[in-house]
Each structure stands twice: as C-alpha cells, then as structure tokens.
C-alpha cells in the first residue's frame, strides 16, 4: 500500500493511554493531532473536556476508550461512561467487548451486551469501535467477535487495547476482511511503531491505526530517520 504522508496521517488515531500522562501530554497530543490532521486523538474519558477545549474549531475528532482495558465491567457501567464521553465533547467511543465472556462461550450475552451499547453510541452521533483483544481470544473466537460488531452495526472491529501480551496481527486482520460480510471496517492497534509496521497492517485490511508512534511514524514517511519514539504500550 503506497500512501502520501497525508493519506498516511489521516488513518492514525493519534494515542495517549499512559497512565503517567499529564494535562501537557494531552494538549501536545491535540496540537500534534491538529496540525497534523490525524484521524482523531485516543485518551481517557477524564481527559475528553480538555481535548475538546485545545481542539475546538479544528475540526480534529476526540475518541475516548469504554469499559477499558479489561472489558469486565457491567454495561450499565460502560453505558454510563458513554454518555459521558458524549456530554464531554467525544466524538468517538473504542468499547472493550467482554472478551473473557466470550471465551467462556457467553455469546449471546456479549452480544447483546456490543448491541446495546452500539446503539446507544450511535444515537448520541458517536462513532463506536469494539476492541476484542485478540491476543487473549483463541482462533475460534476471532470470527464469532466479527459477527457480533457486524450485527451490532459497529462501525469497526478494533484488535487489541495496547495492555494485552501483543497488539495487532497482520493474520488477525487478513482473516476479517476475508470474512466480513458488510461495510465494517477495521482498526488495529497496540505494537505499531514504525511505517513498516503500519504499511503491513494497512494492506492486511486496517483503514484505522492506533498509535502513539504517529507523528513518528510519519516523519519516517516524510524521510526522517525511523525512531523508537511513542511512549508506553500502545
């Protein structure tokens, strides 16, 4: 996949879930966003009221994380962070699926668990990306997870959260594509720090990238040095 630096910004989901991170970081990280015209900034809930100020009348989405990281949470509760976020100025909401239920072999209440809060979601005019850590999910989930965000009416199936023992894989991706039977994009996330790395997961099928290796990652497009900048996980 060949694109310009630009088309190559606006598939970032710029990235600051570090739990060190300080209202600095966050400003900087909207700033960088802005300029840079990156698909939208991915913080905490509780940093969304400062995204929106720093970001206001550029026109830069402000997604915030739901249910995060562990996905183990009622979803009265994940409900309840939604409107939150919404109410905050968030534009967009990565939900954590309860993956463990899934495992477990809980699909029918995951499922309804992803389409409540998709529906919710997209009352309030937010779009909703379902993370399903597909490092913790063995192969014979990855397929059940994509049906369930597809008969949710999820705008994406997300990978992984950036906490997990791996971020995003090529396979993981290829084999959703191959399968998806609608419109459903796809968003990958956690280990991507260089432009190789992005370039692979891109032409697996990802039109989203979380990162917090963005603005890194497209200097090296521009021709700078490759780095190992970005900070934590993700």
């Not at 400003?27 to 995204?51: D, G, H, T």
């Not at 409900?79 to 968030?90: C, L, M, S």
């Not at 899934?102 to 909703?128: C, D, F, N, P, Y």
Request: aromatic share 4%; hydrophobic share 45%.
């Amino acid at each position: 996949m060949n694109l310009s630096p630009a088309q190559l910004a606006a598939t970032f989901d710029s990235t600051n879930l570090r739990l060190d991170a300080t209202h600095a970081d966050i400003e900087k990280l909207c700033r960088e966003a802005a300029e840079q015209r990156f698909a939208c900034v991915m913080i905490y809930p509780s940093s969304v009221s400062l995204a929106a100020r720093v970001l206001k009348g550029t026109g830069t989405p402000i997604g915030t994380v739901i249910g995060f990281p562990s996905g183990r949470f009622a979803t009265t509760a994940k409900a309840a962070e939604i409107e939150a976020a919404h109410a905050a100025g968030a534009h967009e909401v990565d939900i954590v699926m309860n993956y463990a239920a899934l495992r477990e072999g809980e699909t029918t209440a995951v499922a309804a668990e992803v389409s409540q809060l998709t529906t919710l979601a997209h009352k309030l005019g937010l779009l909703i990306k379902v993370i399903v850590e597909t490092c913790y999910l063995p192969e014979t989930c990855l397929l059940p997870a994509l049906k369930i965000c597809e008969d949710a009416g999820a705008d994406f199936i997300k990978t992984s959260t950036g906490f997990g023992s791996a971020g995003a894989k090529a396979e993981h991706l290829a084999l959703w594509a191959a399968n998806r039977r609608g419109k459903i994009q796809l968003k990958a996330a956690g280990g991507i720090k260089t432009l190789a790395d992005a370039k692979v997961l891109l032409a697996a099928g990802a039109t989203r990238l979380g990162t917090s290796s963005a603005a890194a990652i497209v200097a090296e497009a521009r021709g700078a040095t490759p780095t190992a900048a970005g900070s934590g996980t993700y």
